[in-house]
């Protein structure tokens, strides 16, 4: 279960940025995840809320979205965002795409007080 990772992960950079504001308690975050990233969000929830026990994160409220991944396609020689892993080039149709998979998971935003 690699979400429990990313969870860990995404506390570290909650922490550090919460920490540099001054907070004392962090109320939302909001999560972007790629259509690739392989990420089950019901296993995404159950795992931050256990991961923030004990942290400035505790019980704050995950939002997350879904965004289509980028990929590059060799074919054309073209940027692409495409929204699953069996989606082809919406230029040429190649299916012939090297994923960008370090976008997997992104912190976009954390509330604060």
């Given amino acids: ?25 962090v109320t939302g975050v909001w999560l972007e995840l790629s259509t690739v990233s ?23 409220e995950l939002h997350v979205s879904i965004v289509p991944a980028q990929a590059w396609c060799r074919d054309c020689q073209k940027t692409v965002s495409v929204p699953g892993l069996s989606t082809g080039c919406p230029h040429c149709g190649s299916h012939n795409l090297q994923v960008d ?8 935003q954390i509330e604060i007080e």
């Fill in 1 to 25: 279960m690699h979400e429990v990772t990313l969870c860990q992960n995404a506390l570290d950079i909650i922490e550090q940025q919460a920490k540099q504001s001054g907070a004392q308690r």
């Fill in 38 to 60: 392989c990420i089950e969000k019901d296993a995404l929830h159950f795992c931050f809320d256990i991961v923030c026990r004990d942290s400035v994160a505790e019980g704050a």
């Fill in 101 to 108: 998979s370090s976008d997997a998971m992104q912190v976009r």
